[in-house]
């Protein structure tokens, strides 16, 4: 349909300027407008109304513009003939952006050290793309900080300082202020008063708080375009220069977080230990502070169904 509309097009546009070359502009341009009103009556279906809005220049008629024009796109699979191959592009076609916290399955593609295609992975929707809550953050953050504190800090009471128990001075007579002890707080060398003690600073956070924190950093770097699948984490050798070269491949990239399901592979251990850009975790530790720590997340398959997997484990209460 639309290849015969463009040839009459074409057609009408071949007898107008043969017509321009013989008569006058005048006579060019009232033929001109009534053949687009006949073909504008043949136009049906999807395609808009022309506009009637026209002017003349020196080689013939030429649009001043068409307000709503339209006609049936041409596709492959059309039965006008076949698609010219000059107006395929080969550019990337630009997508709005997506919009985050949709619970949607996302499609990635899957690769390795090598930049192999390994096919493509569904990333879970309600693991990859939940809402993003800074808070939860601030909150999973705080709770992990604290609770790997060490909390060996000490001080010494006046029970446990070393010093002599007698009396100084007598209590009256010298002029002197009254004192029963020289291992008050007041002297050097003496006690601390309600200094810290060995503790824990852990507080609780409730495990739905806590698995959320992590599906919101999961989603963040899955939005960021920061979440990489490999198919597995297996280098050659145990060179540090195998991850260094891929390293120097990526762009917009400063700090690796590698994740692999299971134990961490001998080779791999060897080739990252001397790099302070690039950390190596199984599936169980990942954790969000670590994950934010890194602005880039490489994750083997096996880790992803791991994490899945535990994501969608019920809570025992």
């Not at 502009?25 to 006949?38: E, I, M, N």
């Not at 999973?140 to 010494?156: E, F, M, N, P």
């Not at 297996?234 to 762009?251: G, L, R």
């Not at 599936?283 to 997997?309: C, F, K, P, W």
Request: glycine letters at 8%; aromatic letters at 6%; hydrophobic letters at 35%.
């Amino acid at each position: 349909m639309a290849l015969s509309i463009a040839r009459q097009i074409a057609c009408y546009f071949g007898s107008l300027s043969a017509l321009s070359l013989r008569s006058s502009p005048t006579v060019a341009a009232r033929s001109f407008q009534t053949s687009v009103k006949k073909l504008s009556g043949r136009i049906t279906g999807d395609n808009l109304p022309l506009a009637e809005s026209f002017s003349l220049s020196k080689g013939g008629p030429s649009f001043l513009g068409f307000r709503r024009f339209s006609t049936t796109i041409l596709t492959p699979d059309s039965n006008g003939g076949a698609f010219p191959s000059d107006l395929l592009s080969s550019r990337t076609v630009l997508t709005p952006e997506r919009t985050i916290g949709l619970y949607e399955d996302l499609v990635v593609p899957v690769t390795n050290f090598h930049n192999e295609d390994r096919g493509f992975m569904v990333l879970a929707g309600d693991v990859f793309d939940v809402p993003i809550r800074k808070d939860i953050i601030h909150r999973v953050v705080r709770w992990q900080l604290a609770k790997r504190q060490q909390g060996t800090h000490s001080t010494k009471t006046i029970s446990e300082v070393s010093g002599t128990g007698r009396k100084p001075w007598r209590q009256k007579g010298t002029g002197r202020a009254r004192h029963g002890t020289l291992r008050g707080p007041q002297f050097r060398g003496g006690a601390t008063m309600h200094g810290p003690k060995p503790r824990s600073h852990a507080f609780k956070l409730n495990k739905k708080v806590r698995r959320l924190g992590l599906k919101i950093t999961l989603s963040a770097r899955a939005a960021e375009g920061k979440l990489l699948v490999f198919e597995d984490l297996e280098v050659p050798t145990h060179k540090t220069k195998n991850i260094v070269n891929y390293v120097n491949q990526m762009e917009n990239a400063k700090k690796f977080l590698l994740v692999d399901g299971g134990p961490i592979n001998e080779k791999l251990k060897l080739a990252t230990q001397n790099l302070h850009y690039v950390n190596v975790l199984p599936s169980i530790g990942l954790n969000v502070y670590s994950i934010l720590q890194h602005d880039t997340l490489v994750m083997s398959r096996d880790a992803v169904n791991r994490i899945v997997e535990r994501m969608h484990t019920p809570i025992n209460r």
